[in-house]
C-alpha cells in the first residue's frame, strides 16, 4: 500500500514541476553528492562515493550537452556555446579528479551546480 502512494505521488511530481524545477533539483542533488565526499574525505568508503558522485555529474553534464546540440533547442546560440564550454570545463574537472583525487578540486563543479540550480529557480546562488 505504501509503495503504491509513493509511486503515486512521483508520478504526480514528475508531471506538475517544470522542467527547469526538475533540472535545478538534478544539479542540487550532483552537488551534494560531490559536498558528502569532501565532508567524508578519508573515509572508508570514499572510492565507491567519489565514484558515484563523478559519474552522476558526468551524466548530468552529458545529457545537457545531448539536449544543447539538438536542432530543436529553443536556446539562443550563444548560450548553447556558453553551457556547453561550461559542460567542456566540467568534463575536464571530473577526469582531473579521477586521475588526481582531492576534496578542494571538487569546489568548483559543486559551485558551478549551485549556481545554475539558483538560476534555474529564479533565486540567487548560495552565498549570495
Known amino acids: 500500500m505504501y509503495n ?14 517544470s522542467g527547469r524545477e526538475t533540472e535545478a533539483r538534478v544539479l542540487t542533488e550532483a552537488a551534494l553528492k ?19 558522485a563523478l559519474r552522476y555529474n558526468q551524466k548530468i553534464w552529458s545529457l545537457f550537452q545531448g539536449e544543447l546540440e539538438r536542432e530543436d533547442n529553443p536556446l539562443p546560440g550563444k548560450l548553447k556555446i556558453d ?33 545554475i ?6 533565486s540567487p546562488g548560495p552565498g549570495a
Open 4 to 17: 503504491q502512494a509513493v509511486n503515486a505521488y512521483r508520478q504526480v511530481d514528475k508531471t506538475t514541476i
Open 34 to 52: 560531490l559536498k558528502k565526499c569532501q565532508e567524508n574525505w578519508g573515509g572508508n568508503d570514499l572510492d565507491a562515493q567519489l565514484d558515484e
Open 83 to 115: 553551457i556547453l564550454r561550461l559542460a567542456a570545463f566540467i568534463d575536464k574537472r571530473i577526469f582531473e579528479v579521477m586521475a588526481f583525487p582531492s576534496p578542494e578540486k571538487l569546489n568548483i563543479i559543486i559551485n558551478i551546480n549551485q549556481n
Open 117 to 122: 540550480a539558483a538560476g534555474l529557480r529564479g
